[in-house]
Nanobody, 116 residues
Framework: QVKLVESGGGLVQPGGSLRLSCVVSESIFSTYSFSVITWYRQAPGKQRELVAGIRSGGFTNYADAVKGRFTISKDNAKRTVYLQMNSLQPEDTALYLC???????WGQGTQVTVSS
């Protein structure tokens, strides 16, 4: 059973924007009163790295590389976490994955490619 589904990736030119979505299944969203949902990314040949996270209470954290450019938010009614990415650069190219804690659930990811 798929727990997390990411979407919104694509090809964008440098300086462009994308909004990623991570939909959490009802089965896990309603099970845990506290959760942390985090966006990670993994580029070819590189280690997976944290991009941004959001807790149940709304606290957010960001990697230094994306501060001021990316914004994480959530809509509980839609069980969805968003990652608004602005001023994208070629170094942002990666597979973006969503993670849900507790449980350490992962989605399949959505590819973001920044290229002219």
């Amino acid at each position: 059973q798929v727990k997390l589904v990411e979407s919104g990736g694509g090809l964008v030119q440098p300086g462009g924007s994308l909004r990623l979505s991570c939909v959490v299944s009802e089965s896990i969203f309603s099970t845990y009163s506290f959760s942390v949902i985090t966006w990670y990314r993994q580029a070819p040949g590189k280690q997976r790295e944290l991009v941004a996270g959001i807790r149940s209470g709304g606290f957010t954290n960001y990697a230094d590389a994306v501060k001021g450019r990316f914004t994480i938010s959530k809509d509980n009614a839609k069980r969805t976490v968003y990652l608004q990415m602005n001023s994208l650069q070629p170094e942002d190219t990666a597979l973006y994955l969503c993670n849900f804690i507790p449980g350490d659930f992962w989605g399949q990811g959505t590819q973001v490619t920044v290229s002219s």
